[in-house]
C-alpha cells in the first residue's frame, strides 16, 4: 500500500475487508510513522530459546505475586503490637517492620525486572519515527488504531502465552491489592473505647495523664534510662530557667493487675505515644512576664510550667528549650512555641498552643498532676473544635 493511498477516503466497507496487517500498515502512514527497523525476537514460535525466556519472565511475576502475599500476611497477622527489650515476643516485634518494606520491596522490584525482561527478551524490537500533526481523528484513524493496538497485543505473544498471562495477571494483581492493603490501617475506629490503661483508653481525647478514676493522684516521673528505676520530681530538682521531659506515674503502677503486670505498666508509661510532658522551671523574673490563657490561670505551680512535648503540628517531640528567649522548639519542622505565653505558636507550621497540664505539689513535696489535659493532645484530627 503506497502512502499516496493514505490521501484517500475510505468506505466503512473497504475497512471491513482490510486485513489487520493492512490496517497496520495504513494506520501507520496515516499517523506519518516510518516503521525504521522491526525484527523479531524470535523468527519461529515455541522454541526451546523462547520457552525458556519466557519461564523466565514468568518467574520473576511469580516472585512478585508471592513477595506480596507475603506482604499480605505479614501485614494482617504478624505480631505488631509494641514489645519491649526483654519482652516476650520482642524479636518477633522487631522484624515486623523489616519484612514489610522487603516484601513490598521484592514485590514492586521483581514486577520492574520481569516487565523489563519481557520487553528485552519477547516483545519485537523495533524502532519507529512519528512525524508531528494535528487535528481530529476521522473515524479511519479510530479503526487503524484499534487495529494497531491488536497488532501491539498479539506481538507480544500473550494470547499464546498462557503461562505468561497467568504469571504476569497474579503479579500485577498481587502487587496492585499490595498498595491498597496499608489503608487498611485507616479502618479503625479512633473512637471505639477500651479499658483505660497507662497509655489512654485509645481514643484522642485521652492520655496517660488522664485519671483512672476521680482523685487519682499522677505523680510526675523523670526518666533515668530505665523504666523500672522510678524517681519521682521535687521542687528543688529542677535549677532555674531549665526544662526535663517528664512522664506520669501511678503507685498502682508497682502492683500487678489483672492482664497487666507492674514491668508493663511501668513500661507503657514511659513509652505512650501522648504521655512525654515538658517541665519547665522559668527564671523569676521571667514568672513575671507570664501571660496566661483563660481557663489555665491555676495551671501552673510557682515558677514550673508543664507542656504536652507533642507538636501540635505533625506530632513530633518539642525537645528544645531556650532559655534566654524562653521560646520551646521543635526540631523537625522548626515550629516555636512562646513558653511566657501559654506556649502559642509564634513561628512554623504550628497552628496550635501546646495544650497545658496542671500541676501542684502533693504533702510530701512531689510534683503531682492536678487533673488532665483539658484540650486533646497532638496534631489536628476532624473533630477537635480548637
Not at 497467568?166 to 473512637?191: D, E, H, Q, S, Y
Not at 506530632?315 to 512555641?337: K, M, V, W
Request: charge should be negative.
Amino acid at each position: 500500500m503506497s502512502n499516496d493511498d493514505s490521501n484517500r477516503e475510505y468506505t466503512d466497507e473497504e475497512l471491513a475487508q482490510m486485513s489487520q496487517d493492512e490496517l497496520v500498515k495504513l494506520g501507520t502512514n496515516l499517523d506519518g510513522v516510518d516503521v525504521a527497523y522491526h525484527r523479531k525476537r524470535f523468527e519461529v514460535p515455541g522454541t526451546k530459546a523462547e520457552k525458556r525466556a519466557e519461564r523466565t519472565v514468568a518467574m520473576w511475576f511469580v516472585i512478585a505475586g508471592l513477595a506480596a502475599a507475603a506482604f499480605f500476611g505479614i501485614y494482617i497477622w504478624w505480631p505488631w503490637k509494641y514489645k519491649g527489650v526483654g519482652d516476650d515476643g520482642e524479636f518477633m516485634y522487631s522484624l515486623y517492620t523489616p519484612l514489610i518494606g522487603a516484601t513490598m520491596g521484592i514485590a514492586i522490584l521483581a514486577v520492574g525486572i520481569g516487565a523489563v525482561h519481557f520487553t528485552k527478551k519477547l516483545i519485537p524490537e523495533e524502532v519507529s519515527i512519528q512525524q508531528r500533526h494535528d487535528g481530529p481523528s476521522p473515524e479511519v484513524d479510530r479503526r487503524t488504531m484499534a487495529a494497531q493496538l491488536q497488532d501491539s497485543y498479539d506481538a507480544t505473544g500473550l494470547g499464546r502465552r498462557k503461562m505468561l498471562k497467568g504469571t504476569l495477571g497474579f503479579g500485577a494483581v498481587a502487587v496492585g491489592i499490595m498498595a491498597i492493603l496499608p489503608l487498611g490501617g485507616l479502618i479503625k475506629n479512633p473512637w471505639q473505647k477500651h479499658p483505660m490503661t497507662n497509655t489512654g483508653d485509645g481514643t484522642l481525647h485521652t492520655s496517660g495523664w488522664t485519671p483512672h478514676f476521680p482523685g487519682e493522684k499522677i505523680f510526675l516521673r523523670r526518666d533515668v534510662g530505665d523504666p523500672h528505676v522510678v524517681e519521682k520530681i521535687r521542687l528543688a530538682d529542677l535549677e532555674s530557667g531549665s526544662m526535663e521531659s517528664v512522664f506520669p506515674f501511678r503507685e498502682s503502677d508497682l502492683v500487678d493487675s489483672p492482664g497487666h503486670s507492674s514491668e508493663e505498666k511501668l513500661i507503657h508509661a514511659m513509652r505512650g505515644g501522648r504521655n512525654p510532658v515538658m517541665l519547665i522551671r522559668l527564671r523569676t523574673e521571667d514568672t513575671a512576664k507570664v501571660v496566661k490563657r483563660k481557663g489555665q490561670v491555676n495551671f501552673n505551680y510557682g515558677d514550673y510550667f508543664a507542656y504536652s512535648k507533642i507538636c501540635t503540628h505533625l506530632g513530633c517531640p518539642t525537645s528544645l528549650y531556650e532559655q534566654q528567649t524562653n521560646r520551646i522548639l521543635c526540631p523537625c519542622h522548626q515550629s516555636q512555641f512562646d513558653a511566657l505565653h501559654w506556649a502559642k505558636p509564634i513561628f512554623g507550621p504550628a497552628a496550635r498552643a501546646l495544650p497545658q497540664l496542671p500541676i501542684t505539689v502533693d504533702e510530701d513535696g512531689f510534683l503531682v498532676a492536678n487533673g488532665d489535659f483539658i484540650e486533646p493532645l497532638g496534631p489536628a484530627f476532624w473533630e477537635r473544635r480548637s
